[in-house]
Every structure is written in C-alpha cells, then in structure tokens.
C-alpha cells in the first residue's frame, strides 16, 4: 500500500530523483517494528513491554526523522534525501493512521505528545487496500527490472560520516528518557496490560491477534 501510494505521490513530485530513495523512505517507519519481530523471533532476553515502548518512540515521526537525517548526511544532496525520506515518513505514518485497527495509531507529536492519532477511515481487508496491495508489489517489480541509472551519489567524507553517526546514535539512545512518558500513555495498552494486579475490569485494545476457544474458556494471545 505505501509503495503505491507513496510512490506515485513521490515520483511526481521528484521525477528524476533515483527512486531507491523514495522506497527507502516509505520503509523507514516499519523499521523498527521489524527490528522488534526479529528481537523476539530469536528469542533475545528482552523485557517485551519495554521493547514495545523503545519501538514506539523509534517508530514515533521525531525518531524516523533522526534517522532520515543520519541517512541523508550520507550523500551528495542531503537537503534533498532529507524532504524525500521525511516527506514519505510523514506520508507513511499519515497512511497507517487512515486504517481501523483497534488500540492502535501513530505518533506525529512526539515528544510533546505521546497520545497515539488514529482517523479509523479503511479497514485494512476491504477491497481499496488489497487492489493498492497488488498496485505496489506491481510498481516496485516494474522499477526493480526496468533500466535506470543513479543519480545521487553519496558523500563519505570523516566530518559527514561523524555527523551521520551522532543521529544514528540518538536514533537509538533517545527512546530511553521517555519510556516512561509513553508508558503513562497507555499506547497500545501498554500501562493496563503491565500492572497485572490493576487490569481486572480495565479495557484494552487489541488488533489481529489470536483468540483460542477451549472447553475451559477463551484466550487471547497477546503480544506479551
């Protein structure tokens, strides 16, 4: 969905930009939500609440705009690369808050506002979000065998590479002071589903997850 969206916008707007930029970009807010998958999939010692809130602040517009940043400092045109990949992040997150998933949004203010924004406009198997689906598959396949030469260069220069560095290390150090804040904030239900001895009668949200009928009684998988 973001490769067809975010890529017909972009090409538009930049139409001899190498477009590897402008995929990175639609990809850049998933990325920590990937890191996570792989985190648990290899089954780290990792605290799985506070996982869920250190993604949330990666994922968060600010935290993929450091990353953005980092990136774009790597090559010939900075300026440029940054309004591509912060554009198509904004694009992305605008994008991901248009879909009904329940308990769950985006986070465009932070760090001034953990309160996830959510507009609940498509459902994500409704026929508009399948055809978009096959609609990106279909144009990226198309850009990855068609011929095309790079335009932008990148600039690996000792004061670029040390520039690059220290927003990648913000990157990753800065969700640490506000765990807390995001916490508090109940995002993804997190606070409600932490203090177990307080949950009873206390709603949650939960999107796609399992339910598992038995002759004792349900059960909800969570993320936990």
Known sequence: VHFAV?????HGLWRRLDPRWIYLGCLLPDLPWILRRAVVGFGLLVDPFD???????????????????????????????????GLNALFHLLLDATEVKWGNGVHLLAPLSWRMTRFDLVVGESPVVLALTISGALLVAWEIARPHRATLGLDLRPARLAAAGALLTAYFLAPLPVLGAIQASDSYSVKTLREVDARP????????TAFVATPSGGFVQLWT
Do not use: E
């Not at 975010?6 to 972009?10: N, P, T, W």
């Not at 968060?60 to 400092?73: I, V, W």
């Not at 009668?201 to 796609?208: E, S, T, W």
């Open 6 to 10: 975010q890529g017909a916008a972009s």
């Open 51 to 85: 996982l869920r809130l250190y993604t949330m602040a990666q994922a968060s517009l600010a935290g993929t705009l450091l990353l953005c940043a980092a990136l774009a400092l790597l090559t010939a045109a900075p300026r440029l690369v940054f309004s591509v990949l």
């Open 201 to 208: 009668g206390r709603a949650v949200g939960l999107d796609r």
